[in-house]
């Protein structure tokens, strides 16, 4: 797969995951505004995960049997109207219409990546493609706030949405210079819509995809637990400022990207299934290690050197899983990538959802939650794993 393809791929498939949560500095600001509470402004994020999750298994399906590029092409630009939309929005609920149209258009960048590696890519070759969009997709969630927090100060919580219809407009000229039609008419999907009700069904259903979507779905739900309950660990019991605060959550986010850069040069050298265990293995070992610093600390206090020890780790073994959990679940859907795709997806961030709020049922100054919710993932991750070792790939 071409250089500028696979960039195109990953930029366009980023924008989902970096809307997300690009703007949550801001959300003082919009409530200050529109004179709401932090509740209702809170569901300009559930609306855009909803509606980013729903978008996936619409527009995935549909792929399969109208081709990807068009859909692509329409996503971007949706994305890049709709966020426009947010920044012009004169009240709440226009901005929550908008982000529900961003959600939904940001969506093909996310279902379709995928889908278009798996339609050009082959064996070793799908794995290390995923680990670059991984790579890029993994992190921009991460970084996302980071960015908006440098933003917000220059431009109001608006010129968050100016920075994402810029950036939507670039992958707009991306796909359309960099990405062709990656499925041939004749590859296509035909029939009703009771059809692409079937082929969903037929692929939620296949044993090895259902085991390799876990793996992945799950160890993504530690990762954005970890997101979510990140500033209060590190500023409510670390104690640290709201700078410092961002140069350890940015120092944890570059083990994502190193792992996954790592990983794309041991595919070939390793299989997948050995790559992603490792990864599993060294998440489990950092969930031990941070259970072990919670229960010899202090209560409401935790120490910065352990703490980024263990999330260091996480974030490092995270990188490993992800894009060959990803991989593997995709070329058990051969032939219907872009129904696989849709699944992965919608099940990500249904579970990212759920969650978000559950890492802070128990207030600031604990992370029983934060561990209660990644050692619940991280068993199902584990009897996942087994299921992948020992059943072998068979696509749908």
């Given at each position: 797969m071409p250089a500028t393809m696979l960039l195109a791929l990953a930029l366009t498939g980023a924008i989902?995951?970096?809307?997300?949560?690009?703007?949550?500095?801001?959300?003082?600001?919009?409530?200050?505004?529109?004179?709401?509470?932090?509740?209702?402004?809170?569901?300009?994020?559930?609306?855009?995960?909803?509606?980013?999750?729903?978008?996936?298994?619409?527009?995935?399906?549909?792929?399969?049997?109208?081709?990807?590029?068009?859909?692509?092409?329409?996503?971007?630009?949706?994305?890049?109207?709709?966020?426009?939309?947010?920044?012009?929005?004169?009240?709440?609920?226009?901005?929550v219409l908008g982000r529900v149209a961003q959600g939904f258009a940001g969506a093909a960048g996310i279902v379709l990546s995928k889908a278009v590696v798996v339609d050009v890519g082959r064996g070793a070759g799908v794995a290390k493609a995923f680990a670059t969009l991984m790579?890029?997709?993994?992190?921009?969630?991460?970084?996302?706030?980071?960015?908006?927090?440098?933003?917000?100060?220059?431009?109001?919580?608006?010129?968050?949405?100016?920075?994402?219809?810029?950036?939507?407009?670039?992958?707009?000229?991306?796909?359309?210079?960099?990405?062709?039609?990656?499925?041939?008419?004749?590859?296509?999907r035909t029939g009703s819509v009771l059809s692409t009700v079937s082929d969903m069904r037929g692929v939620a259903t296949h044993g090895p995809f259902i085991a390799r979507v876990s793996v992945f779905v799950f160890t993504f739900g530690v990762l954005f637990a970890y997101i979510s309950a990140s500033p209060f660990i590190y500023q409510d019991m670390v104690g640290l400022s709201p700078t410092a605060y961002s140069v350890a959550f940015t120092v944890n986010a570059l083990g994502i990207l190193v792992s996954n850069l790592a990983g794309a040069?041991?595919?070939?050298?390793?299989?997948?299934?050995?790559?992603?265990?490792t990864g599993v293995v060294g998440m489990v070992t950092a969930i031990v290690h941070l259970v072990v610093v919670v229960a010899l600390s202090p209560a409401g206090t935790l120490g910065l050197a352990p703490v980024t020890v263990g999330f260091v780790l996480l974030t490092l073994s995270v990188g490993l899983v992800l894009p060959n959990a990803a991989a593997l679940s995709m070329q058990a859907t051969r032939g219907r990538s872009g129904s696989g795709s849709a699944l992965l997806g919608a099940a990500q961030f249904g579970l990212a959802a759920v969650v978000s709020p559950l890492t802070g049922l128990a207030g600031p100054h604990s992370v029983i939650p934060l561990l209660v919710v990644m050692g619940a993932c991280a068993v199902l991750v584990v009897a996942a794993t087994w299921a992948v070792i020992s059943r072998p790939v068979r696509a749908t």
């Open positions: 989902g995951p970096f809307a997300t949560d690009t703007y949550l500095p801001a959300l003082p600001l919009i409530v200050e505004e529109f004179r709401i509470t932090a509740s209702t402004a809170q569901l300009t994020l559930t609306a855009f995960m909803v509606s980013l999750a729903a978008g996936q298994l619409v527009i995935g399906p549909l792929s399969d049997r109208v081709g990807r590029r068009t859909l692509l092409v329409l996503g971007s630009v949706g994305t890049a109207l709709a966020a426009v939309v947010c920044a012009l929005a004169p009240s709440i609920w226009i901005l790579a890029i997709q993994s992190v921009a969630p991460v970084i996302a706030p980071l960015i908006g927090g440098a933003v917000v100060p220059f431009g109001g919580w608006r010129s968050v949405f100016w920075l994402l219809a810029g950036l939507s407009a670039i992958t707009v000229v991306g796909v359309l210079v960099a990405v062709p039609e990656s499925l041939p008419a004749a590859s296509r040069r041991l595919i070939g050298r390793f299989a997948p299934e050995k790559i992603m265990r």
